[in-house]
């Protein structure tokens, strides 16, 4: 009777282990999917032409602090901060189908380039970058 018990015990256990190993996993890859980069590296592939990089800042902060030369500004809101519908088409038209592609998101504080950053990995981009510091 002790073995049956210790038994079911045991299964129980083992299913457990599976069911939480396999929810770290999936936490984990999550985690490694909200990648950032910081400005000294962002600028690196941007002069070797291996990044796109998208400024969502408002058209008041671009003249404001000035922009990265050879990004594309593409303003997550208006000058009065109200949302602008089809931003993240206007990226995704630049971007093109290759879902690879490596793409540089950047704001002022690294809020609106998250949203931006996860917004295009909800459509499939999987090189999404944040580059944080603003």
Known sequence: ?????SLRIISI???LILFFSNKLFTMDK???QN?????????????????IIFDVRTEKEWYQTGIIPESYL??????NFN????????????????????IGLICASGARSAITQNALMKKGYVNALNIVEG
């Open 83 to 102: 949302e602008r519908i089809g931003f993240l088409s206007e990226i995704v038209e630049i971007i093109g189908s290759d879902k690879n592609t490596t």
């Open 74 to 79: 593409i303003s997550m809101h208006d000058n």
């Open 30 to 32: 999550i985690a490694n």
């Open 35 to 51: 990648q950032e980069i910081g400005t000294k590296e962002a600028w690196e592939l941007n002069n070797s032409g291996k990044i």
């Open 13 to 15: 256990l083992f299913v």
């Open 1 to 5: 009777m002790a073995s049956k018990y």
